[in-house]
């Protein structure tokens, strides 16, 4: 009797088991079976295609652009965008495949929304400031920026980060929110760059001698423009110093490698005229 107790009482006829009941039930759960496995076979076809399809949609979404000479950031953004929400829609579709209802489905979603919003609250300030980078433009990929701290070359524009390649090859990724909120130099929108030098000497030394000298370094690198004229002079008369500074003007793709000649020839003609650098200033030693 305790066997018979825990057995569906539609499989009992009076107290006994009946076989044709039990039959049918089993029948049904076969059909139950396999519908739920021509389902998880249908489904699994259509991720695959479904992963395949969304690869080639963005494919052709990227070609398309690129006929319509669309920005590299603008691509960048748009890419993600396709791809985010193509892969929400195959979710869904897999979902609905299954058998669970949409709109059962989407009350969980709402029942849940408030602490969904709460959590991705960060993540919709990003996609904001994604919208905003796109629309203002402070920078494109390819070019060279430092915000937040970081100094790097942007890689890609998603609708939540901006990658950045730092020089040491670190890969940064940046949160749109911040950065579009916040301060940007761009080192790439110029073709042109200036390039400041100051050095600092005791009063009594030769600034003529030194103008000269400086004049001489800088009239040996062909590589710095003389539109505008390469600048030498004294900036600034300090308590025990004076500043004399050089300003020239180079391609923005040559301004670190000058910058390292220039100093570095600007030391080598300072050794051969006999001026040094103390721990804290440059001073003219005279020549007996």
């Not at 076809?45 to 000479?69: C, Q």
């Not at 990658?163 to 940064?172: S, Y």
């Not at 040559?254 to 103390?278: H, K, T």
Request: aromatic share 8%; hydrophobic share 50%.
């Amino acid at each position: 009797m305790m066997f018979l107790d825990v057995i569906p009482a539609e499989v009992l006829q009076n107290g006994e088991l009946s076989v044709s009941r039990i039959d049918n039930l089993l029948g049904q759960l076969f059909d139950h079976a396999i519908v739920l496995g021509q389902k998880i076979i249908l489904a699994a076809i259509i991720f695959f295609v479904g992963r395949w399809l969304i690869g080639w949609l963005r494919k052709l979404i990227g070609r398309f652009l690129e006929k319509r000479h669309i920005e590299s950031t603008v691509k960048s953004f748009l890419d993600s965008l396709a791809n985010i929400t193509l892969q929400i829609t195959l979710f869904l579709l897999i979902v609905n495949i299954l058998g669970f209802s949409l709109t059962s489905f989407a009350a969980i979603l709402a029942a849940a929304g408030l602490a969904i919003g709460m959590a991705m609250k960060d993540n919709l300030s990003n996609f904001a400031g994604g919208i905003m980078i796109l629309i203002n433009k402070p920078f494109k990929i390819g070019d060279r920026i430092v915000a937040q701290g970081m100094d790097g070359v942007v890689q890609s524009i998603g609708i939540l980060y901006t990658v950045l390649l730092t020089g040491d090859n670190r890969t940064i990724f940046m949160p749109n929110g911040p950065l579009s909120t916040g301060s940007i130099t761009n080192y790439s929108t110029q073709n042109e760059r200036r390039i400041d030098i100051t050095l600092s000497v005791s009063y009594g030394a030769d600034i003529l001698q030194v103008k000269d000298i400086l004049s001489s370094v800088i009239s040996k690198e062909a590589k710095i423009k003389q539109s505008p004229a390469p600048f030498v002079g004294v900036t600034m008369l300090n308590n025990g110093t004076i500043d004399v500074t050089i300003r020239v003007w180079v391609d923005s793709s040559d301004y670190a490698s000058i910058n390292v000649s220039l100093n570095e020839a600007i030391y080598s003609a300072f050794i051969e005229n006999a001026i040094y650098a103390s721990a804290t200033v440059a001073v003219k030693m005279l020549k007996d």
